[in-house]
């Protein structure tokens, strides 16, 4: 083949490349972390930015599973919006409730659409450990 024999992708071929739902999610689990543990450090800047990624990632999950969109549409205007805000307003305690609740009805959602073994929490240690969550 030559450098002139561009050969186009498929649309199954192109759907089949894209991120699964259980990558999207994992992701979204990672960044989801990553704002809590910047948040719990005093960095709202970096944890702000990590909202932003999740729900970023979320709405990319709906290009891949349109199936979800009634739940991701009001997870992130009921839940994912109030974490953004308490962050941009620093405080931590609302942050801290609201995040809570995101985490409470996201385990919902799991179990609502059959994969109640998948359990969200705040995870103990942040998941990228070399990453600077401080000021």
Known sequence: MSGDDVVEPTVDQ?????????????SVGRCFGEAWHAAQ?????????FVRRT???LRKL???RPKYTQQVTE????????????????DRA????????????????HVDTGHPY??????????????DLGR
């Open 14 to 26: 192109l759907v089949a490349a894209l991120p699964g739902t259980g990558e999207i999610m994992a």
């Open 41 to 49: 450090a005093g960095n709202n800047d970096l944890a702000a930015y």
């Open 55 to 57: 729900r970023s990632l």
């Open 62 to 64: 709906l290009i891949v």
């Open 75 to 90: 997870f992130d205007r009921d839940h994912m919006e109030s974490v953004y805000q308490a962050l941009m307003a620093g």
């Open 94 to 109: 609302a942050f801290t409730a609201a995040y809570a609740r995101a985490v409470e009805r996201a385990n919902f959602y």
């Open 118 to 131: 998948v359990r969200w929490r705040a995870p103990e240690q942040p998941p990228d450990p070399g990453l």
